[in-house]
């Protein structure tokens, strides 16, 4: 029925094709580029024009631009992936034992989740990054621990919905045990607004990495990543505008992609909020 | 209500509490030596001892964090790491440029936002509202430095118009308001318009045109008043975020305030920085929230405060 009702959404259709599309590419690179020309330097070559043996044409230092954003994007997409997936499963944790079990586990899980609200999450994130130092892995780790009371927020909401429903409490008369009462009646009936906040947050987190990718606190130089190609080329983009354009198109048709894919499924987990 | 407001205010204290024992923890997981930092990996194990001493590192965790909320809340923020410099005045210095850039950010954000979106609402399905969601989408997916740098090579490298980079003049600050604001503008659209489709479907909108209330009138007596309060609250998690973003920005356009502070702090692992500049923030945004529970209750009398 949801994916009868998402098909018919032609934006979150166009979402999913483009979203797909990316995924299988960056997967596929290593069929049709070589690793090397990520870095392979040619200074013969520099600033060469999209086109020709160059699709993309190349930087600064003579590098392949679409061989660096075809495996750039495996940081900028599986990254962000893992991101959610790592808020999704610690926030489906913390918030289904505080909606669930309410009382003191709520309240403590809920204050230290209210903390972290506080603070705008490329803040925290970039604050986490000072603790732990560069790296990818870092990288993932702080923008996971910014997303996790997001999610935290929106489960508890989602559980203390269902926790008082009938077929809780016949799961309950029927002896089974807590976690199973969360994990196989509560969660599955809860999860819409959970998928929903997870995809839309997935298009906010890819922003976040490209942007502290061009702050030069992200994914550092030389390894490519849409945001750090970008800081890359800033001086050169004005007489060079194809180095910047590029880099912000992918990464602006990656979160247009994800948001309308969010829409869509919103839209059909609950039919009242289409127009 | 000024009893609400003091509870309130109060409220931010365990928040503060709280955020600087989260710093804590994780420092205290992570790897590397402060002392080393400061110092060089060449320096002498003498130095570093009397280093780690003179920072109070040689002192369990949660002797550290009782000392240093003791000095905060003495107004003591510590000492950078690099420079030795007190964080409070830097701050202070810094504080006025991220204000004025978040503040201009909002303005335009809200100007031209809000009435895009009640105009979006009113004229559904029209050339206005395709535009108008069209623009939110773009300016939605786009990260916000990439229009501060787009912004920066078209309108003052290539037309000249507008200065490229520093905070010397109100005019430095047209630019990074309207790359700070983009994104804040295509939510204010999305969620005015959603707010007042919502609203205009209501019985008492029918009602309000049955009995021959003027248009105008029903747009801005009845359908404004009661679609803004989503609005309001959006307003309210857009300043927070646009704390977050103009990090960003005022790195783009080279404004010396508090986001170029922390991005310098955060390279250099400078934490009495680090965390001077998450408490600033955090109270802030406690100030901000607080703001927009007040406005709540001027816009819909059934709000009440409760303490």
């Keep these: ?275 | 209500m000024s009893k609400y407001i003091f509870r309130r205010l109060l409220m931010l204290i365990p928040v503060v509490l709280g955020i600087t024992f989260l710093i804590f923890l994780i420092l205290s997981l992570s790897p590397g030596d402060p002392a080393i930092l400061i110092l060089g990996s060449d320096a002498s194990h003498e130095a570093l001892v009397a280093k780690r001493a003179e920072l109070g590192l040689d002192k369990p965790m949660i002797v550290q964090y009782a000392n240093y909320v003791l000095k905060v809340f003495q107004g003591d923020f510590g000492k950078s790491w690099i420079d030795g410099n007190n964080v409070l005045p830097m701050f202070l210095e810094r504080v006025p440029y991220t204000l004025y850039l978040g503040s201009l950010a909002m303005l335009f954000a809200v100007i031209l936002g809000i009435p895009l979106g009640v105009v979006a609402a009113i004229k559904q399905h029209h050339l206005v509202d395709y535009f108008s969601i069209a623009s939110a989408i773009i300016l939605f997916s786009l990260p916000a430095f990439w229009f501060g740098m787009m912004a920066q090579i078209l309108f003052s490298l290539i037309l000249g118009w507008l200065p490229a980079a520093g905070a010397d003049t109100p005019r430095h600050f047209i630019l990074p308001a309207l790359t700070l604001g983009a994104n804040i503008f295509a939510s204010q659209i999305r969620m005015t318009r959603t707010s007042m489709l919502d609203v205009v479907k209501q019985d008492f909108i029918r009602t309000a045109r049955a009995k021959g209330v003027p248009e105008l009138k029903v747009i801005t007596r009845h359908v404004l008043r009661n679609g803004m309060l989503p609005v309001v609250t959006q307003i309210g998690i857009s300043f927070a975020s646009c704390m977050g973003g103009s990090v960003v920005t005022e790195m783009v356009f080279s404004i010396p305030g508090i986001g170029s502070l922390l991005i310098n702090a955060v390279k250099s692992r400078d934490i009495p920085v680090v965390m001077g500049t998450l408490i600033f923030v955090a109270i802030v945004v406690g100030i901000i929230n607080l703001i927009v529970d007040i406005i709540y209750a001027f816009i819909d009398p059934r709000v009440k405060f409760k303490g």
Aim: hydrophobic letters at 50%; one cysteine or more; glycine letters at 10%.
């Design chain 1, 1 to 275: 029925m949801v994916w009868f009702r998402f098909k018919k959404n032609k934006l979150a259709m166009i979402g999913l094709v483009l979203l797909l599309i990316m995924v299988a590419a960056i997967l596929a690179a290593p069929l049709f580029v070589d690793e090397k020309a990520v870095s392979a330097q040619k200074i013969m070559n520099r600033f060469q024009k999209p086109g020709g043996a160059h699709i993309f044409g190349t930087d600064q230092f003579g590098r392949d631009l679409f061989a660096r954003i075809i495996y750039g994007g495996r940081i900028s997409l599986f990254a962000g992936l893992a991101v959610v997936c790592i808020s999704f499963i610690v926030g489906c944790s913390l918030g289904g034992a505080a909606g669930y079990f309410g009382g003191l586990v709520d309240t403590v899980i809920m204050r230290v989740v209210d903390m972290l609200m506080a603070i705008p999450a490329m803040l925290l994130s970039m604050a986490v990054v000072a603790a732990l130092g560069p790296g990818v892995d870092k990288l993932i780790i702080a923008l996971s621990i910014a997303q996790i009371p997001r999610f935290t927020r929106v489960v508890r909401a989602s559980i203390l919905s269902l926790r008082n429903q009938e077929f809780v409490e016949a799961a309950k008369c029927c002896g089974t045990n807590s976690a199973r009462i969360i994990l196989k009646h509560i969660l599955p009936n809860g999860m819409g607004p959970v998928i929903v906040s997870a995809t839309l947050t997935l298009g906010q987190v890819i922003i976040n990495i490209a942007s502290l990718g061009f702050l030069g606190i992200g994914v550092s130089s030389p390894t490519p990543e849409w945001g750090t190609i970008l800081s890359e080329n800033k001086i050169n983009i004005r007489y060079y505008p194809y180095l910047g354009i590029i880099p912000g198109i992918c990464i602006g048709l990656s979160v247009m992609a994800v948001n309308f894919i969010g829409d869509g499924l919103r839209d059909a987990l609950d039919p009242r909020t289409k127009n």
